[in-house]
């Protein structure tokens, strides 16, 4: 292989491109104002089927919300999503697990 590349040099095969740096990350805020467009979607869902958060899925949105509006400032990153979002989800996978 290192002798293939010597040869690739040698006759002017190899040529250089411009750096492109990888886009920082986004901000963890940024990531949460991102969620909170997806919790308010699980919400007006529930709310349109007459179902509602479960506890897990209320600290969540609670945690979001800190970090979103900068309250949490201490946190890396999001928590992971909830499983059980409503009640009757949560009734679903009792039922099924």
């Known amino acids: 292989m290192e002798r293939a590349q010597s040869r690739r040099a040698r006759r002017g095969e190899w040529s250089l491109i411009d ?3 990888p886009p920082p990350p986004t901000p963890i805020n ?3 104002e991102d969620e909170m467009t997806w919790v308010s979607s699980q919400a007006s869902m529930a709310s349109a089927m007459g179902e509602t958060f479960t506890d897990e899925m209320k600290t969540y ?3 979001i919300q800190a970090i979103s509006n900068g309250t949490d400032t201490t ?3 999001l928590p992971a999503r909830p499983t059980a979002i409503t009640l009757k ?5 009792a039922i099924m697990g």
Do not use: E, I, N
Not at 89 to 93: G, Y
């Open 89 to 93: 989800s949560l009734q679903d996978v």
């Open 75 to 77: 946190s890396k990153s």
């Open 19 to 21: 750096y492109t740096p």
């Open 61 to 63: 949105v609670k945690a």
């Open 30 to 32: 940024v990531q949460a």
